[in-house]
């Protein structure tokens, strides 16, 4: 078995001249003593494209057949395996960071050819989004309406008060506490992916004991009414608690800020970021308290059933993986644990590993679809177009991948990319070149400078300007 590889056991029985029975049994204790491994390690005899169709079809999924069973020495296999994989690496040719970056574009629907629609293209973005944090009125302001073609908030709230996604501030400490603004970092994700991320950031009991130590009178009497009610709506905790609607108000919005509060609906989120903005607004939905461990006990995540969830979820946000992509994960497990997984599943074969993007430190795991796009972007030439995301977006990516410097997430910050590369950012109302303001045509400057003010400009890249 050291010599020959995979192979049968009618093979190796005619090759050692003794019956297929004995050679069974052989490889039987073999195998309890974890020498030999069975399986279908070589496809000689493939079935018909109709057959084969078929099968898919129906969903087959039988065992193989005797006469498919092979059998191979554990060591023998494991060097084949890994030299399979290092052939696989080296089919890879990585592309630049700015042909990533047109990728990533794509991949995310920001691009105006691949953007989505409806209320299935809304879900396929946040599954893509997942437990992703950034500003909160960012979300409707400018990343949903990247990516979704006459996005409407209607479209949302369908989806919360339906019980598909959900929303909360995941990365919060009595450290850092602060007032609920439309700057304050929430999440949203699918519900059936809330455990997972709640037993990632859970803290122990004395940390959710600190977490409440800072909350107002008002603030505790809200939360021990909802662990007592359960999900309520305001005129409910009114009487409950005996406070006036606009003190539960200020109670909910403290709640949100310590992530210990949230609503069914959107809604809730939305009208608490347009009080803080001076626009009247009701606050509308019901309300819940968010436990830190409560998932957990729920539905039992382990970490390590939460960390693969992650590690998944990572690869359908972008595609490729590596480590200094994940600058802006504000909640992403440590990379030496979601490279365990990314080796387990490289190893089964559901993803690739290499080298795909060029000037990136590290290893790179990759879907095989993200493989082959990124192949077609390589192979296609850039089209000169310009992309404006706003600084909030996940995209921005200025400075992680691309060379230059970083810009801050803000939500009204904006940034210009022209294929694949950042240009230019507008921060408040002032122009920040991201390159050599000499190396851009006139006309290029015009487009970026007009693009990101929301108006006609004439060729500025540095210096103040005004916006629409």
Request: charged content about 25%; glycine content about 8%; proline content about 4%.
């Amino acid at each position: 078995m050291t010599l020959v590889g995979p192979t049968t056991a009618r093979a190796l029985a005619d090759a050692l001249s003794i019956g297929e029975g004995d050679a069974d049994a052989a490889l039987s204790v073999l195998e309890s003593e974890g020498v030999v491994l069975r399986g279908v390690f070589e496809r000689r005899n493939a079935k018909p494209a109709k057959a084969a169709k078929q099968d898919s079809l129906a969903g087959s999924r039988s065992q193989p057949s005797s006469g498919d069973l092979q059998w191979c020495d554990r060591r023998l296999l494991s060097r084949i395996h890994r030299y399979t994989l290092n052939r696989l690496r080296a089919e890879i040719e990585p592309v630049s960071p700015a042909d990533f970056m047109r990728f990533l574009f794509s991949w995310q629907h920001v691009d105006r050819a691949s953007r989505l629609t409806g209320i299935d293209g809304l879900r396929a973005v946040i599954e893509a989004l997942d437990g992703f944090e950034l500003a909160a009125d960012a979300w409707e302001r400018a990343v949903l309406t990247a990516r979704v073609e006459g996005y409407e908030p209607a479209m949302l709230d369908t989806l919360c008060l339906t019980g598909e996604v959900g929303w909360a501030r995941l990365s919060t400490s009595s450290r850092d506490r602060t007032q609920l603004v439309g700057a304050t970092p929430v999440a949203l994700f699918l519900r059936e992916h809330a455990g997972a991320w709640r037993a990632l950031g859970a803290s122990s009991d004395a940390d959710a004991a600190e977490a409440e130590a800072g909350l107002e009178d008002a603030s505790r009497r809200v939360i021990d009414a909802l662990r007592t009610r359960g999900a309520s709506f305001i005129p409910d905790l009114a009487a409950a608690c005996g406070l006036d609607e606009a003190r539960i108000r200020a109670a909910l919005v403290d709640l949100v800020a310590a992530g210990l509060a949230a609503s069914d609906g959107f809604g809730g989120l939305r009208s608490i970021v347009r009080a803080s903005s001076g626009r009247r607004a009701d606050v509308t939905g019901r309300w819940s308290v968010l436990e830190p461990d409560a998932p957990r006990r729920v539905v039992d995540v382990t970490r390590d059933a939460a960390v693969e969830a992650q590690a998944r979820t990572l690869l359908r946000r972008y595609g490729v993986v590596f480590r200094r992509l994940l600058a802006r994960e504000a909640n992403a497990a440590p990379w030496r644990e979601l490279t365990r997984v990314y080796r387990r599943l490289e190893a089964r074969g559901d993803i690739r590993g290499g080298r795909f993007v060029a000037g990136m430190s590290g290893e790179q795991f990759a879907l095989s679809d993200a493989v082959d796009r990124l192949r077609e972007v390589r192979r296609t030439a850039p089209d000169g177009g310009c992309v404006v995301i706003s600084a909030a977006d996940p995209l921005n990516l200025a400075g992680v991948v691309t060379a230059g410097d970083r810009v801050r997430a803000v939500a009204g910050s904006r940034v210009a990319y022209r294929d694949g590369v950042p240009l230019a950012a507008l921060e408040g109302d002032y122009v920040r070149p991201l390159m050599p303001v000499s190396d851009l045509a006139p006309a290029i400057a015009v487009e970026i400078a007009t693009r990101l003010a929301g108006r006609a400009m004439p060729a500025v890249l540095s210096g103040f300007v005004g916006r629409s």
